[in-house]
């Protein structure tokens, strides 16, 4: 019926017929995501037919996520470029009985049902988001013709009542599992970090020294440390500090930060990193972009170990990962404690609350472009609309920036919102010259602790601050994957190794500089245009381009980490 009148209408019809597909389209897939789950297990754990449906169409999947060596399978799980977890196939690309009975193991299916789930939440999340992006993009395009400010309304609010169906059905959601296996996991982590950090006997441990002396900012030299901790990780190594003379501290690390280890601190005679080193007791390491050889365990690459239990809650596996090692990183000492503590106190912080960075100054000679305030409560103001709808709340955003304007322009733009920011911060922020002292420092970790403890995040994540902001944020929830919205770049971590995605529908290519693929495929990922298409480089052709981003799904890079089986 909507073709038939789509043929006979003018321009504006035309428009709003689409519109009406847009809306019945976004309801469909939210209807289609979430009605079967209560049907797939029967009450005595037993498989029924859609459980099996959805077990032959998702077999792909589950023969890559570790569990076979849970079972002591001798298949091994594929690596490297096959290292990343692949797409669940086309429902047409079914397995044997033989092969699906293998899956029907109680411990094994639940956590797969739970991996496959997750994975269905994010596809579903993520189409919502990129077909308002291509709509509100198209609406753009059209003003130039007739006004399309109503039509932008009723979209608008659609996207926005689809968002708060989600929201209300995450909440209905009994997640006591998946925060037993996230503590579980940290736990765990954080008990394999101890070991590692302090070893039996230091004289004779292995170890690798770190130097902070990389010139660059606070968020970067954060990462860079993390970096370092990540190949210590890796390589079982003891990772030692050289942090004397630091830029922004003379008395180095520990005059913020607790000491990475309280008995192994120092070393003598390090080589530096380099091929066939791997039995010296002692390396140094270079910053990334000089290492050579690199190890299969860079950025964006996570445990295989943790892989299966960690995929089961997590939307983006990597950022819990490195979240966890910068918070064991970042431990304030006493004194930056009750720094902390006292402004946390002053400002009377408390929920919901969404955190804003405003990166301006002199990010935006070279490496970002200027953002109005407006940009960012656009979406703040959408937050808050899906998760209150009808509910007086009083809508607070904490606003961290090294622009003292930021924060006067969104107090006149937006009474109704209670502003917190600690202007002190900011003015020492905005001032070059004394960016790199003590008080910059203690007053850019306060804006990233408090950052990181907010509800929701609006930011660049062309500032390393923001990335950092949200890599501490995975510490504090289930799963924050999804808590932030990005005005310009995807998230990265500088000196990863290539990041893809993988279609799991084809696409043949219409338009100029538009790329074709099939499902399978991998796709290079260099940004997110936010009108619902991505752009990178098919690995296979070396074609660059762009092309749907609903199309396409994160391939998630899955190594093989040391397991410490000292740890229990």
């Known amino acids: 019926i909507l073709l038939a009148k789509f043929n006979m209408a003018k321009a504006r019809e035309r428009v709003i017929l689409l519109l009406l597909v847009l809306v019945l389209s976004m309801n469909l897939i939210w209807i289609a995501t979430w009605w079967p789950r209560e049907a797939e297990s029967g009450p005595d754990g037993a498989v029924t037919p859609v459980m099996e449906v959805n077990a032959r169409a998702h077999y792909q999947s589950q023969l890559h996520l570790g569990l076979r060596e849970q079972r002591g399978e001798a298949a091994p799980v594929p690596r490297a470029t096959e290292t990343s977890l692949p797409l669940e196939t086309h429902p047409t690309q079914m397995p044997s009985d033989t092969q699906l009975q293998k899956s029907q193991d109680p411990v094994r299916r639940d956590l797969q049902t739970m991996v496959d789930q997750k994975r269905w939440e994010e596809r579903v999340a993520k189409s919502v988001d990129e077909m308002w992006w291509k709509v509100r993009a198209g609406l753009k395009s059209l003003e130039r013709h007739c006004s399309t400010n109503e039509l932008s309304k009723a979209v608008q609010s659609h996207y926005t009542s689809l968002l708060a169906n989600m929201q209300g059905l995450e909440k209905l959601r009994n ?40 010139p660059c900012g606070f968020g970067c030299q954060i990462h860079h440390v993390a970096y370092c901790f990540i190949v210590a990780y890796a390589t079982e190594r003891t990772l030692v500090l050289e942090s004397k003379r630091w830029q922004y ?17 120092g070393v003598s005679g390090a080589v530096p990193w380099g091929p066939n ?5 002692v390396l140094s390491l270079p910053p990334v972009e000089n290492l050579n050889p690199r190890p299969p365990q860079m950025p964006m690459a996570f445990p295989r170990d943790l892989a299966d239990r960690l995929m089961s809650f997590h939307g983006y596996p990597f950022v819990w990962f490195i979240g966890h090692l910068i918070r064991y990183l970042i431990r304030p000492n006493a004194e930056l404690k009750d720094y902390i503590d006292s402004k946390r106190s002053a400002l009377n912080f408390r929920h919901p609350i969404v955190g804003v960075h405003v990166r301006r100054t002199d990010k935006l000679q070279s490496e970002a472009k200027y953002h109005s305030v407006e940009e960012y409560m656009t979406k703040v103001e959408s937050w808050y609309t899906a998760n209150f709808r009808g509910e007086a709340v009083q809508k607070k955003v904490y606003l961290a920036s090294d622009d003292p304007k930021a924060l006067e322009e969104a107090k006149q733009s937006y009474a109704d919102y209670e502003f917190l920011s600690d202007r002190d911060i900011t003015e020492v922020a905005s001032k070059t010259s004394s960016r790199y002292s003590l ?18 995040l609006v930011c660049t994540f062309s500032s390393q601050v923001c990335r950092l902001a949200y890599e501490l944020m995975q510490t504090r929830h289930v799963d924050a994957s999804r808590r ?36 399978g495929d991998l796709l290079g990922i260099a940004g997110n245009e936010k009108d619902g298409t991505s752009v990178g480089m098919h690995r296979k052709t070396a074609r660059k381009g762009k092309y749907p981003s609903y199309k396409v799904e994160e391939e998630f890079v899955i190594e093989d980490f040391p397991t410490y089986p000292e740890v229990r």
């Open 249 to 265: 501290a003379p008395g180095g690390w520990e005059s913020v930060f607790l000491p990475l280890s309280s008995s192994c601190t």
């Open 277 to 281: 080193k791997s039995n010296v007791q």
């Open 175 to 214: 997640r006591s599992q998946e925060a037993e296996t996230a503590r579980e996991l940290a736990s765990l982590l954080d008990r394999r970090i101890h070991h590692l950090q302090h070893p039996k006997n230091c004289d004779s441990a292995r170890k690798l020294l770190c130097q902070l002396n990389k």
């Open 439 to 456: 008080d910059s420092l203690r007053g850019v970790i306060f804006d990233v602790q408090m950052l990181s403890e907010c509800d929701y």
């Open 484 to 519: 932030f919205y990005s005005l310009d770049d995807i998230y990265y971590f500088g000196g990863q190794q290539q990041h893809s995605v993988r279609a799991i529908e084809s696409h043949e290519g219409t338009e100029r500089g538009e790329l074709s693929f099939e499902v």
